[in-house]
């Protein structure tokens, strides 16, 4: 009986063990030779300043939105119409707006694919339509953006036309979106229509800037690339607040468990990565699109290159004391920006591939020998994994495969560890990580 026992949770452990090749195959198609021609046609517009021109067909803003629709609907025609192609917009003003030159329409470009099951889950992949120059309130100057943000929206391009050959249970949403540069007017409008059509965002993957390797401290490495994460939601509730200084959690939220989920799935499908998990919401000081989503409580990280050159960036194209200026094509790296839209990839069709999340996860154990957990019981999965590691691990480094909505761990003081649960599919794809909510008296 022992033996039978043995065997049976050696074989379990083996089945949630498991990799998917379709993960591998995901990755093996990414081009970077299509995403080299989709960056030279948007840095070839000239300037993409969200307040360019809106008329012509070859230059400007309106002309690059517009090829961006034409390529998602491509994708569509070729996966038998899988997309729902359109534009989102909002009007804004130049009153009160430091960085807006004129009115205008901050249009972003949508391309939604449908998840079979559970059609209005979503995760997100963005990257900016919009450049800029040395002045953002200069829109005629030439601002090619190769890097910031052609590359990510390339990327996101080239994601949807990998992963619109595959279904899902839920839906993935690729979009180019407009005025970055000028105050995340684009991420804004994109989130406050998210919260109006009650979408459910499992979460949001924000690409600014993944195509160069050769920073301005003299590092050159096309392996590493960092993932932004802010530590808790901006919009928590007190009771949380409280709560956590009591039970812990200051580093789990829930963009921060998106981090991770990014951070183990790249190991374990492109262990050749260094994915740097940055505490920090962006960059010292500054921010990306995934913003305006955390700050409405969606989960969001941004992607980028781990090693920028500020030469390159927000720069008028000029040579000055010997150094050329401006983010132009030939500093893009191509097969670095291939590796990112994979890491994108294979994370987007994790997630929706994957069962939901628990939403409510309880925790309890206090003065015992062993931590208790139990949850709710979500659709679609056949299993729970729960996670352990250590109060000063950014990862986690332990886990327990069970079929049951609570567990005990025997042995594990819930003193010395923190916990979560995540939901694990017949297919084996697993949720994100969910910290305890509750506690169990």
Same mark, same amino acid.
């Given at each position: 009986?022992?033996?039978?026992?043995?065997?049976?949770?050696?074989?379990?452990?083996?089945?949630?063990?498991?990799?998917?090749?379709?993960?591998?195959?995901?990755?093996?198609?990414?081009?970077?030779?299509?995403?080299?021609?989709?960056?030279?046609?948007?840095?070839?517009?000239?300037?993409?300043?969200?307040?360019?021109?809106?008329?012509?067909?070859?230059? !400007?803003? &309106?002309? %690059?939105?517009?090829?961006?629709?034409? +390529?998602? @609907?491509? *994708?569509?025609?070729?996966?038998?119409?899988?997309?729902?192609?359109?534009?989102?917009?909002?009007?804004?003003?130049?009153?009160?707006?430091?960085?807006?030159?004129?009115?205008?329409?901050?249009?972003?470009?949508?391309?939604?694919?449908?998840g079979t099951k559970y059609p209005n889950r979503y995760v997100i992949m963005s990257g900016d339509i919009d450049s800029r120059a040395s002045n953002t309130m200069d829109f005629t100057t030439d601002a090619p953006g190769a890097n910031d943000n052609a590359s990510g929206m390339a990327g996101t391009i080239e994601a949807?036309?990998?992963?619109?050959?595959?279904?899902?249970?839920?839906?993935?949403?690729?979009?180019?979106?407009?005025?970055?540069?000028?105050?995340?007017?684009? !991420?804004? &409008?994109? %989130?406050?229509?998210?919260?109006?059509? +009650?979408? @459910?965002? *499992?979460?949001?993957?924000?690409?600014?800037?993944?195509?160069?390797?050769?920073?301005?401290?003299?590092?050159?490495?096309?392996?590493?690339?960092?993932?932004?994460?802010?530590?808790?939601?901006?919009?928590?509730?007190?009771?949380?607040?409280?709560?956590?200084?009591?039970?812990?959690?200051?580093?789990?939220?829930?963009?921060?468990?998106?981090?991770?989920?990014?951070?183990?799935?790249?190991?374990?499908?492109?262990?050749?990565?260094?994915?740097?998990?940055?505490?920090?919401?962006?960059?010292?000081?500054?921010?990306?699109?995934?913003?305006?989503?955390?700050?409405?409580?969606?989960?969001?990280?941004?992607?980028?290159?781990?090693?920028?050159?500020?030469?390159?960036?927000?720069?008028?194209?000029?040579?000055?004391?010997?150094?050329?200026?401006?983010?132009?094509?030939?500093?893009?790296?191509?097969?670095?920006?291939?590796?990112?839209?994979?890491?994108?990839?294979?994370?987007?069709?994790?997630?929706?591939?994957?069962?939901?999340?628990?939403?409510?996860?309880?925790?309890?154990?206090?003065?015992?020998?062993?931590?208790?957990?139990?949850?709710?019981?979500?659709?679609?999965?056949?299993?729970?994994?729960?996670?352990?590691?250590?109060?000063?691990?950014?990862?986690?480094?332990?886990?327990?495969?069970?079929?049951?909505?609570?567990?005990?761990?025997?042995?594990?003081?819930?003193?010395?560890?923190?916990?979560?649960?995540?939901?694990?599919?017949?297919?084996?794809?697993?949720?994100?990580?969910?910290?305890?909510?509750?506690?169990?008296?």
């Amino acid at each position: 009986m022992k033996k039978i026992t043995f065997l049976f949770i050696l074989f379990t452990a083996v089945i949630t063990a498991q990799t998917n090749q379709k993960i591998y195959d995901i990755i093996d198609a990414v081009s970077a030779d299509r995403i080299e021609a989709d960056v030279k046609k948007l840095a070839n517009f000239g300037t993409r300043n969200t307040f360019s021109d809106t008329i012509s067909e070859t230059r !400007g803003i &309106g002309a %690059a939105r517009r090829w961006i629709k034409s +390529e998602f @609907e491509n *994708i569509s025609t070729n996966c038998d119409n899988c997309l729902n192609v359109f534009y989102q917009k909002d009007f804004v003003t130049k009153k009160g707006n430091r960085r807006v030159p004129h009115d205008a329409w901050v249009v972003n470009v949508i391309a939604i694919q449908k998840g079979t099951k559970y059609p209005n889950r979503y995760v997100i992949m963005s990257g900016d339509i919009d450049s800029r120059a040395s002045n953002t309130m200069d829109f005629t100057t030439d601002a090619p953006g190769a890097n910031d943000n052609a590359s990510g929206m390339a990327g996101t391009i080239e994601a949807a036309r990998v992963l619109s050959k595959y279904k899902f249970e839920s839906s993935i949403i690729y979009v180019g979106l407009s005025g970055e540069e000028q105050g995340l007017f684009g !991420g804004a &409008g994109l %989130a406050k229509y998210a919260k109006e059509k +009650e979408w @459910e965002i *499992i979460g949001v993957l924000n690409n600014d800037m993944i195509g160069n390797i050769t920073g301005v401290d003299g590092v050159t490495d096309n392996r590493s690339f960092r993932i932004f994460s802010e530590p808790v939601p901006a919009n928590e509730t007190e009771r949380a607040r409280k709560m956590r200084r009591f039970y812990g959690g200051e580093v789990d939220g829930i963009s921060r468990q998106l981090a991770r989920y990014i951070h183990k799935n790249v190991k374990t499908y492109m262990p050749e990565m260094n994915p740097m998990m940055i505490y920090r919401l962006d960059r010292f000081g500054r921010g990306g699109h995934h913003r305006p989503f955390n700050d409405l409580g969606f989960a969001g990280i941004r992607i980028m290159e781990a090693h920028e050159n500020y030469t390159q960036q927000h720069q008028d194209i000029r040579t000055e004391n010997g150094i050329n200026y401006g983010d132009v094509l030939e500093h893009v790296n191509f097969p670095y920006t291939k590796k990112l839209t994979a890491v994108n990839a294979i994370n987007l069709a994790s997630l929706a591939w994957a069962p939901e999340a628990p939403k409510e996860v309880a925790i309890g154990g206090i003065v015992e020998a062993s931590a208790k957990l139990k949850w709710n019981k979500v659709d679609g999965a056949k299993g729970y994994k729960i996670y352990w590691r250590d109060t000063t691990s950014p990862t986690w480094d332990n886990s327990r495969y069970v079929e049951t909505t609570e567990f005990t761990l025997e042995g594990i003081v819930i003193d010395n560890f923190f916990f979560g649960v995540a939901a694990v599919g017949e297919n084996g794809e697993e949720s994100v990580v969910v910290f305890p909510n509750k506690i169990l008296r």
